[in-house]
């Protein structure tokens, strides 16, 4: 069992930058990848980010440039950096430990945070 903590979230005009964390329970990153998803009011739950055991990253299109996954092995927490910030990423984020399969699906984590709120004002 590993518990997932996120934290971070909250108001941002856009254009702004928010930094959210996800503190794990037990060692998790140097084992499993981690990532992070969103999912917004009446939408389904959608991949925003991830970084292996090893280290490779991988982003949806949508935030490619403007966000930035990391891992400190140390504290067994993985980071979101979230710039530029627009009203559509308004969303609950969620982090989760990749367990086997696609890294873009849902189906392939287990392990979920609760999530923290992200809100981008326009």
């Known amino acids: 069992q590993v518990q997932l903590v996120e934290s971070g979230g909250g108001l941002v005009q856009a254009g702004g930058s928010l930094r959210l964390s996800c503190a794990a329970s037990?060692?998790?990153?140097?084992?499993?990848?981690m990532g992070w998803f969103r999912q917004a009011p009446g939408k389904e739950r959608e991949f925003v980010a991830v970084?292996?055991?090893?280290?490779?990253?991988s982003y949806a299109d949508s935030v490619k440039g403007r966000f930035t996954i990391s891992g400190d092995n140390a504290k067994n927490t993985v980071y979101l950096q979230m710039n530029s910030l627009k009203p559509e990423d308004t969303a609950v984020y969620y982090c989760?430990?990749?367990?086997?399969?696609?890294?873009?699906?849902?189906?392939?984590?287990?392990?979920w945070g609760q999530g923290t709120q992200v809100t981008v004002s326009s």
């Open positions: 970084i292996t055991w090893s280290g490779s990253t």
């Open positions: 037990r060692r998790t990153l140097s084992v499993y990848g």
């Open positions: 989760a430990v990749h367990v086997g399969g696609l890294y873009y699906r849902a189906v392939s984590y287990d392990y």
